[in-house]
């Protein structure tokens, strides 16, 4: 399967006409129809629905649109890379993330080091569908709190602690730490069950054989903080404090409550080699930095 042929392909998806893509891409017409003739005799499957009007994709045709627009994609990227002098600083990758990682790793890495490395950007998911979200979009690696499926490439990256967060009048504001089981005398403000915060602190409260008063279950950590601020109750987040919240380290079983971090990515990926340096370099950043309790805004 020729990359020439999936933009023919796809000139004649966008165009809805063999005469029109032939122009778009610059091929006489009966050789763009040949080669449409043979990938789809390739791929076993009529790719368009042929008739009077503009040609329209089948249900194969819609199905491997978005395939090949990717093949396409990621070859132009791969090209870019490959033709520039400073090929690495040049790559734009993008990141998969939970948003509570986005706020609270991702971005101050990229303002510390984003400079020496490719550009990044990022997309939010939620935890327990990141993995799945990264086969079958276009974005290049992923982190989760859940580890990646056996086929992709994968990093631990050390653990994401778990934040008590308290506004700065409460009787614990004073403190670095609360252990769990007074921590669970308070109102609290915790993440949706889906949510891994939620599950690994739930998982920690049923070990102790204790119960808690669930102020309110919220979708955002954001909106957890917030309602923190306006005094409805103690939150339990990832999340670095907003505001002006104090942070507190959640002790249980002899340490700190947290959940595990893991990159995943397509070893097949073209700058697998470089997104795995980012990983690193992510790892690093990470552990010199979780000990501490996180910066608010």
């Known amino acids: 399967m020729e990359l020439r042929v999936l933009r023919y392909f796809l000139a004649v998806a966008d165009t809805g006409s063999v005469t ?4 778009a891409v610059h091929v006489a017409q009966p050789s763009v129809s040949r080669q449409l003739r043979a990938l789809e005799h390739e791929l076993g499957a009529a790719l368009f629905v042929r008739g009077p009007g503009p040609l329209r994709l089948s249900a194969a045709g819609k199905r491997f649109r978005p395939i090949a627009r990717d093949l396409v994609t990621r070859a132009g990227r791969a090209a870019d ?5 400073d090929g690495e600083r040049s790559l734009i990758l993008t990141v998969l993330a939970p948003p509570a990682t ?3 790793l991702l971005a101050p890495f990229i303002a510390a080091h984003g400079a020496d490395l490719p550009m990044l950007d990022a997309r939010q998911e939620e935890p327990l569908r990141v993995f799945e979200t990264l086969a079958r979009d276009d974005t290049d690696f992923a982190i989760s709190t859940i580890p990646p499926p056996g086929q992709l490439e994968s990093r631990s990256l050390g653990d994401a602690r778990i934040w008590a ?3 700065p009048g409460h009787r614990l504001a004073g403190r670095a730490s609360v252990p769990l089981p007074e921590l669970l005398s308070e109102p609290l403000i915790v993440m949706n069950q889906l949510n891994l915060t939620r599950l690994a602190f739930d998982e920690a409260v049923t070990e102790i054989s204790m119960a808690y008063e669930i102020a309110h279950e919220a979708e955002s950590s954001a909106i957890a903080q917030a309602l923190t601020a306006a005094g409805r109750g103690v939150c339990v987040v990832t999340d670095g404090p907003r505001f002006g919240l104090r942070a507190l380290r959640v002790e249980h079983g002899g340490g700190p409550l947290s959940v595990p971090l893991y ?4 070893p097949t990926h073209y700058a697998s080699a470089i997104i795995d340096r980012v990983v690193d370099r992510i790892r690093t950043y990470h552990e010199t930095r979780s000990a501490a309790p996180p910066l608010g805004d």
């Open 165 to 167: 967060q308290v506004p």
């Open 81 to 85: 890379v490959m033709r520039s002098a």
């Open 263 to 266: 990159a995943g990515w397509d």
């Open 20 to 23: 029109a893509a032939a122009r």
């Open 102 to 104: 986005v706020n609270y």
